[in-house]
């Protein structure tokens, strides 16, 4: 009885889901309709599009009406109470002064002291863990690199630990280690193994390179981790236990997560503010329970312990005093290249002075080991490409095995010293505290939050290198959006082409592979590796279509607006049945007043499939009733400037005036200054509230004195100060059916705001372009600053790693450098009524300074090195095109899913409100937040860009082309597939595995924003995703659930 009653709710609840639907559809159309009259939409010829009486441009109904649906148990994690944490990071930042006092030997510490029989009951124990951090490419490239240093750390650890079966060693990077491996003679890699195997070398971390926390996004951080995950089970049949990461500027909570769901136990991090440390070690708190949060229990836990000195290099490794842990690096021998800055060199070890220098060390042991729980040590040794030389490697075993063997010897000392591995320290920790290995030990805190921004000394702040360099940062995404569906550019748009054009051939028997001239090409072209891409021309004449391929890499269907370059203003675009599409026609300009007759802009409105290929035919055509021109204003300063157009297109010039003007869309009016062309507000259409959104362009400079910014420090003159330039901005308006856009041109930057008047998704952000070119400056930082009236009151956040967000917090306390974070893919401010989102393309460092503000820095160009190895500043900048979608979301004052969960939300609210002594606004600065529905597509989209792939004309005409649709339906609209990638057949390199690792995420939302309705069908999953019938046409054998490190036998 009780299952037929189950059987019939979820039968009535499929029935109210279809009911929901049906009337969504229904509300579309009569939506339409509405409009349509509303706006006196009568076509005086009787075609469309045309421009009604009231100005806006009515477009042909889509025919295709879509529904939204966002089920409330979808909503439910976001607003789910979380766990307690032991420490919050952000409420660890608002305690702490961060005044800096000279802490004597242990400078940014402590004095620490100890009582002699502390370790009578329970001897100390030392696990000396030599290591040598080698980056794939920094000052040298990854090749020479290998060749003149991390070759030799191999060829000499192969035989010193064979000597010796006590010695250990631990590597981290894979990309160097698997080429030393595949290049070695066939006796190397079977000793290599038996020393893995046997416990004496540990690969921690496992991943292909020691990745950065800051700028990465989380597909990256997988993608390489499961590249040197798969590399080792497959040649060494191991898979890593531990994590190692000692050089990232700073670290990532996403990065514990993604090694938890890697099935490691445990992990190590080291660059943290030096004042974090400081009150870490105060409490003992360095080794801790990492915790997502997010995480409403504790099954993202995951045991970290923090390094607490200054580096990770010798003398600040064995205690607190650098003076003399030097002294036991013993690469600083007398006679060496490199020497103790503090003047007091090593010594080797012999028997007259081995038991004073072994009581020298262990009271440095003992002084570190007050500063964690357990009666157990982990003293690094080593550094940056360290055991190069054989010679070293015997100075370090050779004498530490001298002092371990005389401490171990002398009961008295009551200490075991060896060396170790990295889990055989974690594995000590777990026993000294009677828990299995991955478990919380008694009384050992629990953290949540991020180690953003670093800093290492004093106001030396590493929230420079969020931006540094962002062209590469720009280019760095686009590859990371085609990977996921090679390895260098060009083979990866050769993958691509050769992909689409087998797929959408009608009949796959005629397919034919071009070696030279292939059947498709990239739309966007590189003259250099680091030119920006030119579009492809497409060449149009009479004697028939041209084909044009469009690939959608995001997971849901796209209506969107396409943009290709044609040489004829003569453009007709069909779609695959036949069918004429609306299209923009717009001018190229050779200069900021000047038109172009090399090519013409032709934008149209597609729906594309998920994840699918559709084909499009484009015909140079005197019959192009659809095909529409954009109008461009151009408002110059009136000193000497005109303006000059190319036929058909109209062209106005006018003197500019200090009014401000405006641009609309169905969706959206944006006000602009009339002195400056930038943006000044938004309205929503469903909004009666006008917006202020200000855009501003600041300048920061450096300080004068000895310490300046650099590559990877921040460290500004002041404020920043309002950008200017002599001569008044020359500023053009395009309008027309399907986009309208607002250009500026200033001498170092040129911005771009379109909006485009489409339904549903594409047409309700902002698309902001802004061309930047500082080659001209010296030491100058370039920042887009955005003002608005949300009061955020000093609280912001930024998303960690594209993965999750992370509150923030402007603290008066810190230095204004402190106060940038990054912002791998966006950053919101938020109150009450409206947040605002900045969704970026690239990496960049980001502030919120004031309330009501959000600045990002766009580019950073600096006439020397900061002092950190780099050895030089940046002056190799690029002409950068930074990409953003700005998004302004309303918060719903009904939302039929509220209910309990928005009176949580508001106790928690007034809690925070009660704790702060009372606010003019109260402002919700819980440790989660997630962005909305609308917020994560809208971050896909603008990651994500529509491929354009032209066929490339044949004499002997184009076999059939259809759409390739892979997908037997759209993904629920809060799933994202992160990757579908090959996972490496273990016996044979040369063959494709049979297997394929899929990589889901479902992601949190944020349902008290509105959410408007997307353009094409959408609902979330209800937890629930079938994924053995996602795949049209394709037999699936095997559907095994595996961790980040996804391998088969």
Request: overall charge negative; glycine content about 6%; hydrophobic content about 35%.
């Amino acid at each position: 009885m009780g299952s037929q009653i189950s059987v019939l709710q979820n039968r009535i609840e499929q029935l109210e889901q279809l009911l929901e639907e049906n009337h969504q559809i229904i509300s579309h159309i009569k939506d339409s309709v509405l409009e349509l009259t509303d706006s006196g939409a009568v076509s005086p010829s009787g075609q469309l599009p045309f421009r009604s009486a009231n100005g806006s441009w009515v477009l042909p109904f889509d025919g295709r009406p879509t529904f939204l649906s966002v089920k409330p148990q979808d909503c439910q994690f976001a607003q789910g109470r979380r766990g307690p944490t032991d420490l919050q990071m952000l409420d660890i930042y608002s305690l702490l002064m961060f005044d800096n006092v000279d802490g004597g030997v242990w400078k940014q510490g402590f004095e620490i002291t100890y009582e002699p029989g502390a370790w009578d009951n329970e001897p100390l124990q030392v696990f000396v863990v030599p290591h040598s951090h080698n980056d794939p490419g920094w000052i040298k490239t990854f090749d020479k690199y290998y060749t003149d240093q991390t070759q030799h750390i191999f060829n000499n650890m192969l035989v010193k630990l064979t000597e010796d079966p006590r010695r250990k060693f631990i590597w981290s990077e894979i990309s160097f280690f698997a080429k030393w491996w595949e290049s070695a003679d066939m006796h190397k890699p079977c000793a290599c193994r038996r020393l893995i195997l046997g416990g004496q070398l540990e690969m921690v971390t496992g991943g292909w390179v020691m990745t950065d926390e800051a700028n990465v996004h989380y597909f990256a951080m997988i993608d390489q981790l499961i590249e040197g995950h798969q590399w080792l089970e497959k040649n060494v049949g191991v898979t890593p236990q531990s994590g190692w990461a000692v050089d990232p500027f700073g670290h990532s909570a996403t990065m514990a997560y993604l090694l938890k769901r890697a099935n490691l136990t445990s992990m190590l991090i080291q660059m943290v503010h030096y004042s974090i440390k400081k009150h870490f070690a105060t409490s003992c708190s360095l080794e801790f329970m990492w915790r997502q949060s997010w995480d409403q229990e504790s099954g993202t836990d995951i045991f970290c312990h923090m390094m607490h000195f200054y580096s990770y290099d010798v003398p600040h490794t064995c205690g607190p005093d650098p003076k003399i842990c030097c002294q036991f690096d013993f690469k600083r021998l007398p006679g060496g290249r490199v020497n103790c800055p503090w003047k007091v060199p090593p010594r080797a070890m012999v028997k007259a002075n081995v038991a004073e220098r072994a009581h020298l060390l262990l009271d440095q042991y003992r002084k570190k080991s007050k500063l964690f729980r357990s009666k157990v040590v982990l003293i690094p040794l080593g550094d940056d490409f360290h055991y190069d030389k054989a010679l070293e490697w015997d100075q370090q075993y050779l004498n530490y095995q001298r002092l371990f063997d005389y401490m171990n010897s002398h009961s008295e000392m009551h200490v075991q010293a060896q060396f170790g591995s990295l889990t055989d320290y974690f594995t000590a920790v777990y026993m000294a505290n009677g828990v299995p290995q991955s478990v919380r030990p008694p009384e050992y805190p629990v953290l949540s939050g991020d180690f953003f921004a670093y800093a290492d000394r004093e106001d030396h702040y590493w929230s420079g290198y969020y931006t540094s360099r962002p062209f590469h940062k720009s280019m760095d995404r686009v590859l990371e959006s085609h990977l996921s569906l090679l390895r260098s550019l060009q083979g990866l748009k050769r993958v691509i082409i050769n992909a689409a054009h087998f797929l959408v051939m009608k009949n796959k028997d005629v397919y034919r592979f071009y070696q030279t001239k292939p059947f498709l090409e990239m739309d966007d072209r590189h003259a250099t590796q680091d030119s920006l891409p030119q579009r492809t021309l497409i060449e149009l004449d009479q004697s028939g279509p041209r084909y044009l391929v469009l690939f959608n890499p995001v997971e849901q269907d796209r209506l969107c607006v396409v943009t290709v370059l044609v040489n004829s203003v003569r453009v007709r675009v069909l779609t695959e049945n036949g069918q004429t599409l609306p299209v923009q026609l717009s001018a190229q300009w050779s200069s900021a007043s000047q038109m172009s007759a090399e090519g013409f802009q032709a934008s149209f409105m597609v729906r594309l499939p998920a994840l699918g290929l559709a084909v499009f035919h484009l015909y140079d055509s005197a019959d192009t009733p659809m095909t529409l021109c954009s109008e461009t204003l151009l408002r110059l300063s009136g000193q000497g400037q005109t303006a000059h157009a190319v036929d058909p297109f109209p062209l106005h010039s006018q003197t500019a005036d200090p009014q401000l003007f405006y641009i609309s869309t169905q969706s959206l009016t944006l006000g602009f200054s009339g002195t400056t062309g930038l943006l000044d507000s938004i309205h929503r259409k469903d909004d009666p509230q006008e917006v202020k959104v200000q855009i501003q362009f600041v300048t920061y400079g450096t300080r004068s004195t000895k310490d300046k910014s650099g590559a990877y420090l921040f460290l500004p003159d002041g404020k920043a100060k309002p950008y200017s330039q002599k001569e008044p901005p020359v500023v053009r308006v395009v309008e027309g059916p399907l986009f309208s856009e607002v250009v500026i041109m200033y001498q170092h930057f040129q911005q771009t705001i379109r909006i485009h008047n489409v339904p549903g998704l594409d047409g309700l952000s902002l698309d902001v372009t802004t061309m930047v070119d500082i080659r001209e400056q010296s030491n100058k930082e370039l920042a887009m600053r955005l003002d608005t009236d949300i009061q955020n009151d000093d609280t912001f956040y930024t998303d960690l790693n594209g993965f999750q967000m992370q509150p923030r917090r402007h603290f008066l306390k810190l230095p204004l450098q402190a106060n940038f974070y990054p912002m791998p893919s966006q950053a919101y401010i938020q109150d009450s009524h409206l947040r605002l989102t900045l969704h970026s393309a690239q990496a960049l460092g980001v502030p919120s300074l004031e309330g009501g503000q959000l600045e990002v820095i766009l580019d950073r160009r600096l006439m020397q090195d900061d002092n950190r190895g780099l050895g030089q500043g940046l002056k190799d900048n690029k002409e950068t095109a930074n990409r953003f979608r700005l998004l302004l979301e309303r918060r719903s004052t009904g939302n039929k899913h509220d209910g309990f969960f928005a009176k949580l939300s508001m106790f928690h609210s007034l809690v925070s409100f009660a704790l702060r002594g009372g606010a003019q606004e109260v402002v919700d600065s819980r440790p989660t937040s997630f962005p909305s529905l609308l917020g994560h597509m809208t971050s896909a989209i603008l990651n994500h860009e529509v491929l354009a792939l032209p066929v490339l004309p044949k004499k002997r005409g184009i076999p059939p082309l259809h759409t390739f649709a892979p997908l037997t339906g759209a993904l629920p609209c809060d799933f994202h597939m992160l990757n579908l990638r090959s996972v490496q057949h273990q016996q044979d390199t040369h063959s494709p595995s049979p297997y394929t690792a899929l990589i889901l995420h479902r992601k949190g939302l944020d349902c008290d924003l509105e959410t408007p309705n997307p353009g094409f069908n959408c609902t979330t999953s209800e937890e629930q995703l079938g994924v053995s019938s996602l795949f049209r046409n394709l037999d699936l054998q095997l559907l095994q659930p595996v961790s980040l490190s996804p391998q088969r036998s």
